[in-house]
Nanobody, 115 residues
Framework: QVQLVESGGGLVQAGGSLRLSCRAS????????MGWFRQAPGKEREFLAH????????NYADSVKGRFTISRDNAKNTVYLQMNSLKPEDTAVYYC????????WGQGTQVTVSS
């Protein structure tokens, strides 16, 4: 059974940084593309970034390009999202996703950026 557990969220001031982690279990982690999404109150879930199984290719939404970096450590079954220069509009629940024939999501971690 695939399980994804996010951690690393919290409260940070504008301009600060956070690193989110998502640890996967029950799956051959390196075989799958992993992604990060977020959902703010009253808004649809938004794609942020994804990374291929080997970590060799990444893709970012324009809204976070240059500020967020996705990476992975296949030995630890973990994908990361380094978030720098955070803005109040980055406040949301952040989710990781494992791309497969049946999509898998973590439970989410709250990120709150104060102005």
């Amino acid at each position: 059974q695939v399980q994804l557990v996010e951690s690393g969220g919290g409260l940070v001031q504008a301009g600060g940084s956070l690193r989110l982690s998502c640890r996967a279990s029950g799956v051959t982690f390196s075989s799958y593309v992993m992604g990060w999404f977020r959902q703010a109150p009253g808004k649809e879930r938004e794609f942020l970034a994804h990374i291929t199984g080997s970590g060799g290719n990444t893709n970012y939404a324009d809204s976070v390009k240059g500020r967020f970096t996705i990476s992975r450590d296949n030995a630890k079954n973990t994908v990361y999202l380094q978030m720098n220069s955070l803005k109040p509009e980055d406040t949301a629940v952040y989710y990781c996703r494992l791309y497969s024939t049946s999509s898998h999501w973590g439970q989410g971690t709250q990120v709150t950026v104060s102005s």
